[in-house]
């Protein structure tokens, strides 16, 4: 029985995750479950899965999570210290879900705990690629992407010779305003970004994918994961969301993953190791699907990509202060502080305030990522006001 736990039980890709888990009861121990608010859902499926011990985020809900679970044998922990408890047990996978740039510290942890980490959590990639590979080589254990276009690329690149790649392209939907012109983006509210076209997901990615910001982390993330510079990364505008990366070869070949837009099919490859399982997930009928689509995405309407591309550029702690900035726009425009487009302002105004004070340094240490997070969070904040 391989042994696993969820970071993030409770969200999209944790709920996904034990949906696998559930058709192959069989195959699988469930050691730990972590959550936030919902402890409702924690609690029902540690009860479900038999879990051994789960944390919630939120140390308020300690007694009513404990109450939950009082009769059952199941160690119950809350706060940073509960959930990094969690990460510690001794398992052979993690699936690393919780959202932003809380799941980095406890990713790290259970790679330093000799898990497999299974990806989700693209923010840690982007805030720390070089401190999580390094722990994932120290320990031996796999760090495996599980974004869709992350998983879609290690496919694609199965089988070659990673010095016969010339590109890799991936795609974004354009999400829920793809067909609106940039002067349209001005007055569009949370409610409308928290809309996607194709995918189901959590709702802070689900405005990112409207802003492209989602596009954005995973070009960063790409670069982490597959060693690519920036010249080798393009991103496209797919509206139908089924090709989730090509590979183009230096003889003109092209390699493209299409598949489903459910998530189940990247966890399931990470799941069960790269082996491919019969699913419960709908075929793609191309018949039906008729065109697949693709353009080049518009900066003027998708700010966000191009910041994105700088950071992948300056590298070292450039990408925990981007993620940090984007986080704090994005809960000002989820409290209707700050407009749609005003949050890739606030982005590039911090990001420009940092390199202008050196402050972007090319090392990469923990105690530095943490460090420039929280001061990228303030300088966000700063300039929320002024658009
Ligand atoms: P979600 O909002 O549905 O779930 C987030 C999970 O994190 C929940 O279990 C929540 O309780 C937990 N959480 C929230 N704040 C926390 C905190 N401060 N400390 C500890 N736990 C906390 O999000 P999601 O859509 O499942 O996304 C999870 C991660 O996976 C994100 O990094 C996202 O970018 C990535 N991802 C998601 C999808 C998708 O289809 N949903 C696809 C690709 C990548
Ligand atoms: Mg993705």
């Not at 670069?223 to 989730?244: A, R």
């Not at 070869?249 to 790269?274: S, T, W």
Request: charged content about 25%.
């Amino acid at each position: 029985m391989k042994k696993i736990s969820i970071l993030g039980a409770t969200g999209s890709i944790g709920r996904n995750t034990l949906d696998l888990i559930s058709r192959d009861r069989d195959h699988f121990k469930v050691v730990g479950l972590t959550g936030a608010n919902n402890i409702e859902l924690l609690a029902e499926s540690a009860i479900k899965f038999n879990a051994d011990v789960v944390a919630t985020a939120n140390d308020s809900k300690f007694h009513d999570l404990k109450q939950m679970l009082s009769g059952y044998q199941i160690e119950v922990c809350a706060g940073i210290n509960g959930i990094l408890e969690v990460a510690s047990q001794k398992v052979d996978w993690v699936m690393s879900s919780i959202v932003g740039s809380a799941g980095l510290l406890p990713g790290l942890k259970a790679l330093e705990a000799g898990a497999n980490l299974a990806l989700a959590n693209k923010e840690s990639m982007v805030a720390a690629g070089p401190i999580m590979k390094r722990a994932s080589e120290e320990m031996g254990v796999k760090l495996i992407p599980v974004d869709s276009e992350h998983s879609a690329i290690s496919q694609v690149l199965r089988g070659e010779e990673k010095n016969t790649l010339s590109k890799i392209i991936i795609t974004a939907s354009g999400g829920a305003f793809r067909n609106l012109t940039a002067a349209e983006l001005i007055d569009v509210t949370p409610e409308q970004a928290s809309k996607h076209p194709n995918w189901n997901m959590g709702q802070r990615i689900t405005i990112d994918s409207a802003s492209l910001f989602n596009k954005a982390l995973e070009v960063i993330e790409a670069k982490e994961f597959f060693g690519l510079e920036s010249s080798k990364i393009e991103v496209l505008i797919h509206p139908q969301s089924l090709v989730h990366a090509i590979g183009c070869f230096f003889d003109g070949g092209m390699k493209a993953h299409i598949g489903p837009p459910d998530m189940r099919h990247a966890i399931a490859y990470a799941l069960y190791e790269e082996k491919r399982l019969n699913l419960p997930l709908e075929e793609v009928d191309l018949s039906k699907v008729g065109t697949l689509d693709f353009e080049k995405p518009d900066y003027l309407k998708y700010p966000a990509l191009k910041l994105g591309f700088d950071v992948l550029e300056h590298g070292g702690l450039a990408g925990a202060a981007f993620n940090a900035a984007k986080e704090e726009a994005l809960d000002n425009f989820l409290d209707h502080k700050l407009s749609f487009l005003g949050m890739a302002d606030v982005v590039s105004a911090t990001m420009d305030e940092l390199a202008s004070k050196n402050q972007l340094s090319p090392e990469l240490e923990l105690d530095a990522v943490l460090e420039i997070d929280s001061h990228a969070r303030s300088v966000a904040k700063m300039f929320v006001d002024k658009f």
